[in-house]
C-alpha cells in the first residue's frame, strides 16, 4: 500500500520562551523523492514558520543541515524520507548546545579548529613573483582525501569523547591539523603539535570509529586521528632521544 503522508516528529525548543525543551508532530505529503530537507521545507513555509533549522546548498556540499535522524546524525539533504518508516524524529546535533529548534552553537568547534591552525604554513616565504609551488600528483594524494572535510560536524555529534571531554579538540579539527601536516607544501606540524599532541588533542580519542561511520564525505577522521598519533609519537621520541634534529 502506497503511503500518503508521512509523520514528522520535530525537536522544538526556544530558550527565550520555553523552560524545557518538547516535540512537536506534523503530518506532510509523501514523496518519493523528497528528502528530509524537503519535508522540513514544507513544514516551514506550509505549516510552521516559526521552526528553525539550518540549510543552504542542498547538496550534501556545505554541511549546514546536519541533524539526528532517528537518532542518527545525518546531513537531512542526503536522507530520503523514503528510507525511513512512517514517522521520522528530527533532533539538533548531539553534544552541542541547543541555540533555538534544531539549530546548535557551533563556538565550541570554532575555536578548536581555529587552534590547529588548520591553513598553509609556509616558513620559507618565497616571494609570489618566483612562481607557484608545484605540487605532484602523489605528494597531493597524500592528503587528498582529507581535503573533503565539509565542517557538518556529523562526526562530532557521533563522537562518545567528545560527549564525554569538552576538551577533546575532535575529529574535524584534528583531521583538518593532519590534512596539512601532510601537505608537502607546509611547515606548520611544529606550530601546530603542542596542541595536536597534547592530552587534549590525538591522544583522547578512542578509536570507537563512530565518526568515520556518519561520514557524508567518507573522509575518515579515525584514520587521520591514528595516522595523528603515531606522527606524534614519533615526534616526541625524536625530540627526546634526538634533542639537536631541527625536524
Known amino acids: 500500500m502506497s503511503r500518503e503522508t508521512i509523520e514528522l516528529v520535530v525537536f522544538r525548543y526556544n530558550p527565550e520562551t520555553d523552560c524545557e525543551p518538547a516535540y512537536q508532530r506534523y503530518q506532510i505529503p509523501y514523496h518519493h523523492d523528497w528528502l528530509v530537507l524537503d519535508a522540513l521545507n514544507y513544514v516551514k513555509d506550509h505549516l510552521d514558520r516559526s521552526l528553525s533549522y539550518r540549510w543552504s546548498c542542498h547538496m550534501a556540499v556545505c554541511g549546514s543541515c546536519g541533524m539526528m535522524i532517528n537518532g542518527e546524525p545525518t546531513l537531512t539533504c542526503k536522507a530520503f524520507v523514503r528510507d525511513y518508516a512512517d514517522s521520522i524524529r528530527i533532533e539538533p546535533l548531539a553534544n552541542f548546545p541547543v541555540e533555538r529548534d534544531l539549530i546548535v552553537n557551533q563556538d565550541d ?10 591553513y598553509i604554513i609556509d616558513t620559507d616565504d618565497v616571494p609570489l613573483s618566483e612562481g607557484e609551488e608545484l605540487q605532484t600528483p602523489a605528494e597531493l594524494a597524500v592528503f587528498d582525501q582529507y581535503t573533503g572535510c565539509i ?16 576538551d577533546f579538540i575532535g575529529p574535524a579539527a584534528l583531521t583538518l591539523a593532519h590534512r596539512y601536516n601532510i601537505d608537502s607544501r607546509d611547515d606548520g606540524f611544529r606550530q601546530r603539535e603542542e596542541r595536536v599532541g597534547s592530552d587534549d588533542g590525538v591522544w583522547q580519542c578512542s578509536f570507537v570509529g563512530a565518526c568515520s561511520e556518519v561520514c557524508p564525505k567518507g573522509v575518515d577522521p579515525a584514520a587521520a586521528i591514528q595516522q595523528g598519533k603515531i606522527t606524534s609519537a614519533a615526534h616526541y621520541f625524536k625530540k627526546h632521544l634526538m634533542p639537536w634534529s631541527d625536524s
Open 109 to 118: 568547534f570554532m575555536s578548536k579548529l581555529a587552534s590547529v591552525k588548520p
Open 151 to 166: 565542517n557538518c560536524l556529523l562526526c562530532y555529534s557521533a563522537c562518545p569523547q567528545y560527549s564525554l571531554s569538552a
